[in-house]
């Protein structure tokens, strides 16, 4: 399956061959990449550890008995750009009300593959990628589309504990400078 997204996604950046994308390898595994236009998003290897750091604490306080998170971690795809995304009727907020007209700053669109929106920054933690990879995390314990309405009531997936794990993974992303 990972060759088939691969395979795929070199498809995608041939055809977009003007506007400089590359897909680069991220380092915590051979299977796991992103895309990004020159040097726009965060170094590879702050992705990598920002993963790593997400994967070792989901682990301790959700778990992950059959190994499906780490699996899906491992064969992740993320794309990086600096355009917004403009979503009508379509996202939810965290309490899973219907937003009607807003910008996106990370989408999780299947298991695998996360879109998110580069910031000035340049550092993980100023991006959504820790909220994504929960949605990621869901979808791979059996959680249809990742739990899309967050802590609303169309999924039962995601609860507080989430968002709290969430803001407690962005601080250690802070403290480590990531």
Request: with cysteine; glycine share 8%.
């Amino acid at each position: 399956m990972i060759k088939n997204i691969i395979i795929i996604c070199s498809l995608f950046l041939f055809a977009c061959g003007g506007t400089n994308k590359q897909m680069i390898n991220l380092p915590h595994s051979k299977y796991s990449w992103q895309i990004q236009v020159g040097s726009e998003p965060p170094d590879t290897k702050r992705v990598s550890q920002a993963i790593i750091l997400f994967y070792r604490q989901w682990q301790m306080r959700f778990g992950d008995r059959r190994g499906k998170v780490k699996k899906n971690l491992y064969e992740l795809m993320i794309e990086w750009s600096s355009e917004k995304k403009i979503f009508q009727d379509v996202g939810r907020d965290n309490q899973g009300r219907l937003v009607k007209k807003g910008v996106v700053g990370g989408m999780t669109i299947g298991p695998t593959y996360i879109w998110l929106r580069t910031n000035p920054y340049k550092r993980v933690f100023a991006s959504s990628l820790i909220h994504e990879l929960v949605h990621v995390a869901l979808w791979a314990d059996g959680c249809r589309g990742g739990d899309p309405d967050h802590e609303g009531d169309m999924y039962v997936c995601w609860t507080p504990e989430h968002t709290n794990f969430i803001r407690h993974l962005n601080k250690l992303l802070v403290r480590f400078d990531i």
